[in-house]
């Protein structure tokens, strides 16, 4: 089970404010954590986008707080699975203002910080799969229990086809990019897994810092 630590959290206090971005799916999110209770979030819900609007975002969110950038003492990236040019464009922009400013990423597993948003609403001891999709024919899943407010993962993430899929649908609550329910994760919720989770991820080593794709890419056309 995920266990928030009293320690960790008063580590993770020392990394307010902190920059949160999620870029793995359609939405480009990101969110501004003030400290844990207080937080500026900005979202466009639009494919294709976030290259264009991620600076966008970030600018506007500094505006809001009337804080610089040089106040920043972390960032939080969704770190996948998820879309490919997305996750490249979320820890490119990380890297970058990490480099700027001089202050460490926390590489947010993004299922993890969806699994952990979720649990919130669920009963204890609840099952529920984490399902998005990878390409024609194939998809992210995972397998979480909700656990005191908390979660626990049951399965990692594999790639499962359509008829796999078909094999979850009968009999479990699916979440995330395959359904319409918490359909793309959200920075706010990248933040809150980091604050309560990261702290053993915080690194300022951001030469080797990739995206977890799980998959190589490869183009898949309909026959």
């Known amino acids: 089970m995920m266990i928030r630590e009293k320690s960790q959290l ?19 999110s990101t969110a501004l954590l003030i400290n844990e209770n207080e937080y500026y979030e900005m979202n466009f ?13 970030i600018d506007e969110l500094i505006k809001k707080s009337e804080l610089d950038k040089k106040d920043l003492k972390s960032i939080a990236v969704s770190n ?19 480099q700027a400013l001089d202050i460490p990423i926390i590489p947010v597993p993004t299922f993890h910080a969806m699994a952990f948003y979720i649990s919130q609403f669920l009963d204890n001891e609840e099952t529920f ?32 086809n359509d008829e796999e899929l078909e094999v979850i649908k009968k009999e479990n609550k699916i979440f995330g990019g395959y359904t319409d329910i918490y359909e793309n994760p959200s920075a706010i919720s990248v933040a809150r897994w980091a604050y309560f989770y990261g702290k053993d991820l915080l690194t300022s ?19």
């Open 205 to 223: 080593d951001i030469d080797y810092l990739e995206p977890n794709y799980i998959k190589k890419f490869v183009i898949k056309v309909k026959k």
């Open 10 to 28: 008063n580590i993770m206090n020392k990394y307010f404010p902190m920059l949160a971005i999620e870029t793995s799916a359609k939405v480009c």
């Open 45 to 57: 819900n639009k494919s294709h986008i976030h290259s264009e609007k991620i600076i966008y975002c």
């Open 129 to 160: 799969y984490i399902v998005s999709k990878a390409n024609l024919g194939e998809y992210y899943s995972a397998n979480f229990i909700s656990k005191n407010d908390s979660y626990e993962m049951l399965k990692e993430v594999t790639i499962i």
């Open 80 to 98: 996948g699975p998820g879309s490919f040019t997305g996750l490249r464009i979320g820890l490119a922009t990380s890297k970058a203002l990490s």
